[in-house]
């Protein structure tokens, strides 16, 4: 045998008894016609292919390591996946580091259940769009996720309508969360260790209590966030950073409801961003609130704290912040937040302020000579300075 014989037969027997897994791309439904069936035959490492289209299953299972992947139109997902059956979700994840991405994750129009429930290991869930579910857009149990640049709309539940967080370190950054409605926690739910929320936009979102709210919790609590109580052994909360929470509501006649952010036997750590515009049953503003109770004595006791750095919280009158102490850092805006130039008060100056000013003047807008007659002088006006002071 010569000498790279040799080499060749040597390294031969060193391979003996090793395998080497390559990743493969399985696509659905070329190679499987269900989502099901091609996580059943993949390993870790694969890449799922969903092509554009309607896929209707329920309880699909998600154990492994794998990316099931959608298809994505000028960064829209297109490919959506449908549940089936009543009270099931349409994804469960029990275990691994899984990856769903590209999805349109929405209900068959009566049926009942949670998009997406979570309940081990840290999946990624990237642009995906969640809606009208009635259990959870996402339930997170005892599982550590990483959710990007998602929209989470529509959903209701008991606890947790857009997500729900219980015993979770989640990430959850890039998200809209508007529209969802729980008793607790219209848009977020959490409690139990410390989840990290960032520039996310969090909107539009009720806490209804009229809704039965989480077992031995309140309930109309929290319209855009709830962060409830946490770790027992170090009491902390969600850390809020760059986000915009804003427009959310509670329902529920309750003085420290928190239509922004409600916490309770929690810290919640918000950095940067604003808090503003949400309003409590009548409409006051109502941003941010923590649960007190009171002493035998009648005396406020055990009042919430939270943490704000650098932040912005816009609304004036005794709901717009109460129940809570009050940690500061950095420079915080803490005002009604009106521009001088916003004269109906609706966040922006534009031409509707101009019309306000007019109106308040007892100025006719189209009377441009201002002599109380809107007639053809005016007109003649407008014709003789057409295109002056303007450059082609």
Not at 95 to 118: D, E, K, Y
Request: net charge negative.
């Amino acid at each position: 045998m010569n000498r790279f014989a040799s080499i060749v037969a040597g390294l031969s027997l060193a391979f003996v008894g090793t395998s080497t897994t390559i990743a493969a791309t399985i696509n659905v439904p070329g190679d499987y016609p269900t989502i099901q069936e091609a996580i059943n035959a993949s390993s870790d490492g694969d890449t799922i292919q969903l092509v554009q289209g309607l896929y209707t299953e329920s309880n699909i299972n998600v154990n492994s390591t794998v990316t099931i992947q959608g298809t994505v139109v000028d960064g829209d997902p297109v490919t959506i996946v449908q549940r089936l059956t009543d009270g099931q979700p349409v994804f469960v994840i029990s275990n691994g580091n899984a990856t769903l991405r590209g999805l349109q994750i929405l209900p068959v129009s009566g049926t009942f259940g949670t998009g997406i429930s979570i309940t081990g290991g840290s999946p990624t869930i990237d642009n995906c769009y969640i809606s009208g579910h009635t259990s959870s857009g996402i339930s997170c149990v005892w599982s550590n996720p990483h959710i990007t640049n998602c929209t989470i709309s529509a959903n209701s539940a008991v606890s947790g309508g857009g997500i729900y967080c219980r015993g979770s370190e989640s990430t959850i950054s890039g998200c809209t969360i508007t529209g969802n409605t729980a008793g607790t926690g219209g848009g977020i739910y959490v409690d139990l260790f410390s989840p990290t929320i960032s520039n996310c936009h969090i909107t539009g979102n009720t806490a209804n209590a009229n809704s039965n709210a989480e077992i031995g919790g309140p309930s109309g609590f929290g319209g855009g966030i709830y962060s409830g109580p946490n770790k027992p052994v170090a009491l902390s909360g969600p850390t809020i950073t760059d986000c915009h929470i804003t427009d959310n509501r509670v329902t529920g006649a309750l003085a420290f409801a928190g239509g922004g952010i409600a916490t309770y036997q929690s810290i919640p750590h918000l950095i940067g961003g604003t808090v503003s515009g949400n309003t409590n049953w009548v409409d006051l503003p109502a941003n941010i609130s923590g649960t007190v109770t009171q002493s035998l004595r009648g005396e406020q006791s055990d009042l919430g704290t939270i943490i704000l750095e650098d932040s912005t919280v816009c609304g004036t009158g005794e709901y717009n912040i109460t129940g809570v102490l009050i940690e500061h850092r950095g420079e915080n805006h803490i005002s009604d937040c009106v521009d001088e130039g916003d004269l109906n008060g609706d966040g922006d100056v534009d031409t509707d302020d101009l019309n306000a000013l007019h109106d308040a003047l007892g100025i006719e807008l189209t009377d441009v000579n201002n002599n109380g007659c809107v007639d053809i002088h005016d007109l003649l006006y407008v014709i003789e300075d057409w295109g002056e002071g303007c450059t082609p």
